[in-house]
């Protein structure tokens, strides 16, 4: 893998890290900067406040890659990052937690950054692979962020941000040291006006081929966030899972996960087209999640997650796809917006699915889990409807 890349992977794995580690000491960090009883608002703020800044600055920083050059974007969001560990570090009050937290979702909207830096360098029949890894540094980090927040945590409730705050200066001198530009700056000077923030989203939606991409994009994440939202109460109300059993079916859901699209979306895109592979990560969630919906014993969980993470390929092949109904010159803003599309997910979809789980609990807790499938059914005649532009010649 040449350095580059390590750094881009290195980036978004960080990204996740910080998204997780802050869940398991969080509700002790508020109780120690507010001295309030009940901190669940100031939970829900500072998750929605992180989602909410990613979804503005997203399409921004992918706008602002497109015309200033990719490089610069990624060493600012980067320091962006170390400046916000530093700062949840240090922060005495509640108000510094939350600027903090704002900065955080800043800094982690480039990922769009990265997944146009990828694109930049990859040829188009690569580019499932490398997309397919990307997510997986992504469910790696978002793995060993809670692990590494918990553990740190134990020893001072601060000592994840210290941590945390290293790896990212690490990384941005790294990126100084060996990351080059990808592609050459525009000489037109930056337009303030094209930088607000739904401006991509109006350009990228002006695109015929893309409307429907960026729909079932939504509708993946969407289901994504059902995981994190439901499972653990899923788990507790079905089995009586301990908060071990919980863990180990989480962890083993995310390893299984990352290297199914660490390795398999590459090769499933060559055999069968981007389409198809869509199309084959539709029915296999669907499949696994039927038999959730139904599993009468913990071990039969366990079991269908080899079917169950073969979902994981469909977002690789649908960003790779994608990529090809955009010329070079508006990558940014394509990935920038792709960016918001999960963003605005994981603000919507955590409340829909969780108000639905609590409808459904104390009945049939596996409902949830058809109603995940049912998501994945509306998107599946989208993505055979699909009108794209065909693959460019190799030269």
Known sequence: MNRPLIVIYSAIALDAVGIGLVFPILPSLLEDVTHAANVAPFIGAMIALYAVMQFIFAPVLGALSDRLGRRPVLLASLAGAAVNYLLLAIAPSLWLLLLARAIAGLAGANVSVASAYITDITPEESRARRFGL???????????GPVLGGV?????????FVA????????????????PESRAPSRMPVDLAALYPLRPLGA????????????????????????????ALWGKDAFDWSGFMIGLS????????????????GPAVRR??????????????????????????????????????????GVPALQSLAT??????????????????????????????SSLYFVVRDHWPGAIWLSVGMVYALAAPMVRRLRLKARAAAP
């Open 134 to 144: 990307m997510n997986a540094m992504f469910g790696l980090g978002f793995i060993v």
């Open 152 to 160: 740190l945590g134990d020893h001072w409730l601060r000592l994840p």
């Open 164 to 179: 945390a705050a290293a790896l990212n200066t690490g990384n941005l001198l790294l990126a100084a040291l060996v990351l």
């Open 204 to 231: 990228m939606l002006s695109v015929r081929s893309l409307r429907p991409i960026i729909v079932v994009f939504f509708l993946f994440s969407a289901t994504g966030e059902a995981y994190g939202t439901c499972w």
């Open 250 to 265: 989480l962890g083993t859901f995310g390893a299984l996960q990352a290297s199914a699209q660490a390795f398999l979306p």
């Open 272 to 313: 069968f087209g981007e389409r198809a592979t869509v199309l084959i990560g539709i029915a296999g969630a669907t499949i696994a999640l039927t038999v959730m919906a139904f599993a009468a014993a913990g071990w039969m969980v366990f079991a269908i997650m080899p079917v169950f993470v073969l979902g994981g390929i």
């Open 324 to 353: 090809r109904q955009v010329d070079a010159s508006g990558q940014g803003e394509l990935q920038g917006v792709l960016a918001a599309t999960v963003s605005l997910a994981s603000i919507v979809a955590p409340l829909a699915f």
